[in-house]
T-cell receptor, first 116, second 113 residues
């Protein structure tokens, strides 16, 4: 079956702009989580969506937001981009919510965002 | 704040050598996962450990979860160039505010022929 698909793979934006990233989970998976990966901070949890509801949110400013659609596809939006937002943004899909036992998370290849 | 500290940060060894990577925390986790990430790819789950003191083996990889469920180690026997990658540990916390997967910064492993 197809894996987790993230689009676009690469993106260059200017400070102050906003950006929307997309994630299509594995068919049948209802949970989508988003992470930011940087060399300095590593992988940091942004938020998790399950059945169109945000279940948990990491310690990121309100400029970072997301949503999930009825087909489980998810989007992540970052407004008023800052240079420090340059990172690899990864999404992971799971069959169940991660809170339900040890559900395996399947990661996409990520979107490499560069803010100039 | 990083809940999980991984060491060493970088490791460069020759093919055939053994190595151990450590993942430590002051927090207790309901379970702990190990992932491997190759350049340009997302992390891929290797194993999940749940019970304190648990040991799991995956071919040449041995994973151990500490008795208090705060730390873990990954031991690779007879490393091969194909083991090269970023090894990440992630602790699962599940509270009233929901689920979160807390990653360490990773150990970057290079195995040379």
């Amino acid at each position: 079956k197809a894996g987790v698909t993230q689009t676009p793979r690469y993106l260059i934006k200017t400070r102050g702009q906003q950006v929307t990233l997309s994630c299509s989970p594995i068919s049948g998976h209802r949970s989508v989580s988003w992470y930011q990966q940087t060399p300095g901070q590593g992988l940091q949890f942004l938020f998790e969506y399950f059945s169109e509801t945000q279940r948990n949110k990491g310690n990121f400013p309100g400029r970072f937001s997301g949503r999930q659609f009825s087909n489980s596809r998810s989007e992540m939006n970052v407004s008023t981009l800052e240079l420090g937002d340059s990172a690899l943004y990864l999404c992971a899909s799971s069959l169940h919510s991660q809170g339900q036992g040890n559900t395996e998370a399947f990661f996409g290849q990520g979107t490499r965002l560069t803010v100039v | 704040t990083q809940l999980l500290e991984q060491s060493p940060q970088f490791l460069s060894i020759q093919e055939g050598e053994n190595l151990t990577v450590y993942c430590n925390s002051s927090s207790v986790f309901s379970s702990l996962q190990w992932y491997r990430q190759e350049p340009g790819e997302g992390p891929v789950l290797l194993v999940t450990v749940v019970t304190g003191g648990e040991v799991k083996k995956l071919k040449r990889l041995t994973f151990q979860f500490g008795d208090a469920r705060k730390d873990s180690s990954l031991h690779i026997t007879a490393a091969q160039p194909g083991d090269t990658g970023l090894y990440l540990c992630a602790g699962v916390t599940n509270s009233n505010s929901g689920y979160a997967l807390n990653f360490g910064k990773g150990t970057s492993l290079l195995v040379t022929p």
